[in-house]
């Protein structure tokens, strides 16, 4: 289990420089952190230079800002802090997964049955091999180690919940401060990487797990809330008020747009920065299917095995581990149900829950071993999704290898990069910034030009302007999508 995870880790982070930012997401949140790189504002991420982004806050994009800090404006700089965040996750669940644990209780009528030498002694309680499959476990799925290495809002959203949630317990069962503290750690992490979001989905899941057996009434005594709270809002708030104070504005967007009206109504046309999705009612719940693999589908059969001879192997009811865990694995897909502006990776919260889940049935019930070989699958996929990222098999379009034409041109210093109709986010990114959006005719591009530009136009769109380009622009480069010219004034 150890060798799979060092050999899949190592794959992935070997992998994080090998592929351009892509469209729409990598690129988009890529050129944020660049332009706060480059204008030194840690406060604001900025859509465009003059353009403030108030759709998340701002700890993606000082994530791969300390990325281009420490090993320059790349790939692997933009990767490379995502990407050790999914490593934390990942030691945070198999630490917690090993910790030691309380014995499985069995029905009394049935205890007789089960004797030392039985079916619960073929898994030991915890340990380093719990640690070391729960590891493997979400290493191996497959969507949750891609994830981990792009640049985006979800993995260190998924950091603040797991540690939230494994803090919560801690606190709960040992009564450490320490883990209570953390907790309220881990939703300061969520406020920064995606807002008051993380307080819903840690709602919902201890509110599920605390109705049970009255638990609930014990929970004010179970945490430090007072000096909780207070080291929540010394870590969050501040920057939610500075924003607010640099940006008037920010925070009714923010908290109503974004909290609300973006999964609230279908199609919601409030999004200042694109267009809201609009998903079938339900859909999360396939989206869950789909990033869990291969693991999710090995969960729902260990449930139906485990509730096949749940007299004999039930769980005892004052430790209700599996139940909180299937709390927090399920809170995602409970809360966006009704949603339909959502994607994928709004699972990703509760994908650590599942590889708990997985662990934990194993070794209730343990599955042969070559079950696990599955996880091979992961490192086969990081080659494939690299080598269809570099290749035109991919759906997924990036402006490197059009600009990387563009920047061994001899004018390229001197000239204006004017994108036609459309420019793409990775254009801004590769461009260092210099690519500018022109929703005008070419015709009219060419009249208003003051000195010769480069002028990148979609192939689609050359037929309409082959007079024009034959008189004032040669060809320079060519991409899949579009080509590069360098054109003369019409004066």
């Known amino acids: 289990m150890a060798l799979m995870v060092f050999i899949t880790l190592l794959l992935r982070l070997m992998s994080l420089g090998l592929y351009p930012l892509m469209d729409t997401t990598e690129a988009r949140y890529g050129e944020m952190a660049r332009i706060m790189f480059e204008t030194g504002n840690w406060i604001t991420p900025m859509f465009d230079y003059e353009v403030p982004f108030w759709g998340k806050p701002p700890l993606f994009s000082w994530m ?30 198999g630490w917690f997964a090993g910790r030691k644990m309380p014995p499985v209780a069995c029905s009394a009528n049935k205890a007789s049955i089960i004797s030392e030498s039985g079916p619960l002694k073929q898994k030991k309680e915890g340990g ?8 493997m ?8 180690l891609l994830m981990s290495g792009a640049v985006m809002t979800d993995t260190a959203l998924t950091l ?16 450490s401060k320490a883990w209570g503290y953390l907790f309220f750690v881990g939703l300061a992490i969520g406020m920064l990487a995606k807002g008051p979001l993380i307080l819903v989905l840690v709602g919902i ?47 009714n967007y923010f908290i109503v747009g ?17 267009s809201a999705h609009n998903e079938v009612r339900g859909t999360i719940w396939l989206y869950w299917l789909m990033v869990s693999l291969p693991w999710g589908p090995l969960l729902l059969w260990q449930l139906y095995r485990y509730l096949k001879k749940r007299p004999v192997l039930a769980e005892g009811k004052p430790q209700g581990y599996t139940g909180f865990l299937w709390c927090w694995m399920l809170s995602p897909m409970m809360l966006f149900t009704f949603a339909g502006n959502i994607l994928p990776s709004y699972v990703l919260p509760g994908i650590p829950a599942m590889a708990l889940l997985v662990a934990e049935y194993h070794r209730r019930q343990s ?17 494939a999704v690299v080598w269809g990222l570099n290749s035109d098999v991919s759906s997924k379009e990036a402006e490197k290898k059009l600009l990387d034409q563009w920047m061994r041109q001899p004018e390229a210093v001197n000239s204006e990069l004017i994108y036609l109709r459309k420019r793409p986010f990775s254009a801004q990114f590769y461009s260092r910034g210099k690519a500018i959006q022109a929703p005008l005719p070419l015709s009219t591009v060419l009249q208003q030009l003051e000195s010769p530009a480069f002028i990148v136009l979609e192939k689609k769109k050359i037929a309409q302007s082959v007079e024009a380009l034959n008189r004032f622009c040669q060809s320079r480069g060519d991409a899949r999508k579009r080509r590069l010219y360098y054109c003369q004034p019409d004066s």
């Open 64 to 93: 791969s800002a300390a990325g281009f800090e420490a090993f320059g404006v790349n790939e692997f700089a933009a990767r490379v802090p995502h990407f050790m965040t999914g490593m934390i996750i990942i030691a945070l669940t």
């Open 128 to 135: 380093l091999e719990q640690s070391w499959l729960a590891a």
């Open 137 to 144: 476990l979400l290493t191996t799925t497959c969507a949750f």
């Open 160 to 175: 603040g919940v797991t540690l939230s949630m494994i803090g919560f317990w801690q606190a709960w069962h040992s009564g």
């Open 205 to 251: 899941s201890l509110t599920l797990w605390l109705v049970s057996d009255n638990r609930w009434m014990s929970i004010h005594k179970r945490l430090p809330w007072i000096g909780g709270s207070a080291l929540f809002l010394t870590l969050s708030l501040p920057w939610y008020l500075i924003a607010e104070s640099q940006t008037p504005g920010f925070l």
């Open 258 to 274: 974004e909290h609300f009206k973006r999964f609230v109504i279908s199609g919601w046309q409030g999004d200042l920065y694109g």
């Open 367 to 383: 599955l042969p071993t070559r079950i696990f070989s599955a996880g091979l699958l992961a490192p086969v996929i990081v080659i």
